[in-house]
């Protein structure tokens, strides 16, 4: 089937660590996003990627990294530098304007 | 900072009725979109109108959009359990870089039976 995978679905992190999530999709899009959720809100845009090899920061990259190596592949990194990492994590791909999501990983920071 | 944000913050109905909610936005836009949250799952996409366009249909959804009044809404019809979700509303303000969506806080909808 196609769509977007997110894994783990659930990590928990002890201070001080780096942890990547796995972001893949089978959609063919071109354009791959990283969203942020905390409780009761919306989203905020972490990092984008238009194209292979190439990516922007959103709006609240700081703490955050990623790559784009492959066009089916855009893994996030949170860093020990994220001050307040605990959230809500999706994924999204999109070619024509509306976005696909992934099922989303949450972690915890203990 | 959120473009979007929408009204009202919870809505609780009974089966059959019908839902509306609002979102209001500050800045020009391409599009709007409408997004729908089950809880712990990600995001569906529900319906997306341009800023050419005053109101779109899709199944028991419609969209409004007044771009003068930087505002849109969203009606869901004869309203079922399986509708209970949150709502967003995201907003792409350009135009070579979609897919930057902008995301309001969402409306929490509650459908009893």
């Known amino acids: 089937d196609g769509g977007i995978t997110q894994s783990p679905k659930y990590l928990f992190r002890k201070e001080g660590q780096n942890v990547t999530l796995s972001c893949e999709q089978n959609l063919n899009h071109d354009a791959m996003y990283w969203y942020r959720q905390d409780p009761g809100q919306g989203l905020r845009l972490i990092y984008y990627s238009q194209i292979v090899n190439d990516f922007q920061k959103g709006d609240i990259a700081e703490g955050y990294s990623v790559s784009r190596e492959k066009k089916e592949s855009f893994p996030l990194t949170v860093t020990s530098a994220q001050k307040n990492p605990t959230a809500f994590y999706l994924c999204a791909s999109g070619q024509t304007g509306e976005l696909f999501f992934g099922e989303g990983s949450r972690l915890t920071v203990l | 900072s959120q473009q979007g944000e929408e009204d009202p913050q919870a809505l609780s109905i009974q089966e059959g009725e019908n839902a509306t909610m609002n979102c209001s936005y500050k800045?020009?836009?391409?599009?709007l979109q409408w997004y729908r949250q089950n809880s712990g799952r990600g995001l569906v996409h529900l319906i997306l109108i341009r800023s050419n366009e005053r109101e779109k249909h899709s199944g028991r959804l419609r969209v409004t959009l007044d771009t003068s009044k930087k505002s849109s809404s969203l009606l869901i019809t004869a309203s079922r359990a399986a509708d209970t979700a949150s709502y967003f509303c995201a907003t792409d303000r350009t135009t070579d870089s979609w897919g930057k969506l902008q995301f309001g806080a969402g409306t929490q909808v509650v459908v009893t039976p």
């Open positions: 800045t020009s836009i391409n599009n």
